[in-house]
C-alpha cells in the first residue's frame, strides 16, 4: 500500500466517523437525547479531524515531495 492510498483509507474511516456522529446527533435533537446529541457533536468533530488530518500530511516536517522534472 502506497502512501496515498493509506491516506485515503484514513480519511473514509474518518468519514465513517463523522457520519455515524450526524447520525447520533440528529437521533439526539429528533428524540431529546442530550447525551446521545453530545457525543455525536464529538464524534462529528474528531471524524472531521482526522479527515482533514490525513488530507493534509504535507506540512508534516519530515515528509518531503519532490517534483520530478518533466522530460520533453
Known amino acids: 500500500m502506497k502512501k496515498s492510498e493509506r491516506r485515503v483509507a484514513i480519511a473514509v474511516v474518518g ?5 455515524g456522529g450526524l447520525y447520533f446527533a440528529l437521533t439526539g435533537l429528533i428524540y431529546d437525547h ?3 446529541f453530545r457525543y455525536g457533536a464529538l464524534a462529528i468533530f ?3 479531524t482526522i479527515a482533514v ?9 519530515g515528509v518531503t515531495h519532490k ?3 518533466i522530460s520533453r
Open 53 to 61: 488530518i490525513a488530507l493534509n500530511l504535507v506540512s508534516i516536517p
Open 34 to 36: 442530550a447525551m446521545e
Open 46 to 48: 474528531v471524524g472531521v
Open 67 to 69: 517534483k520530478k522534472p
Open 15 to 19: 468519514v465513517a466517523v463523522w457520519l
